[in-house]
């Protein structure tokens, strides 16, 4: 995996992940928003070893509802009551108006 870090108006590395699985385009990941240019280097290494080590570097992305039910799931977790777990379902729920 090759990668290299550059000044735009901040640090930033960029690194080649492969092509795409289905298109076979070139991909590649950016981070950007080092002061210094060693700070971005040191997270290139930290990328790269994420991604070797089994880690996705493009995870797909997913829906607004995917999104959101993964919220109120976190909510719970976090301890929020019930009826507040429900308004918060109320907003987000579709509503069909006569």
């Known amino acids: ?3 290299h870090v550059r000044k735009r108006r901040t640090w930033e590395f960029i690194v080649d992940v492969g092509p ?3 298109t076979g385009k070139r991909r590649q990941k950016s981070k950007s928003g080092f002061a210094a ?3 971005a280097e040191s997270a290139l290494r930290d990328f790269i070893r994420y991604v070797e080590g089994g880690g996705d570097p ?3 992305r ?3 509802a995917a999104h959101l039910n993964r919220w109120i799931e976190y909510q719970g977790a976090r301890g ?3 009826r507040t777990l429900e308004a918060y379902e109320g907003y987000f729920v579709a ?3 006569p």
């Open 37 to 39: 240019k060693k700070e």
């Open 58 to 60: 493009c995870p797909d």
């Open 20 to 22: 795409h699985p289905v």
């Open 1 to 3: 995996m090759r990668g």
């Open 62 to 64: 997913i829906t607004l």
């Open 80 to 82: 929020i009551r019930s």
């Open 95 to 97: 509503r069909s108006y």
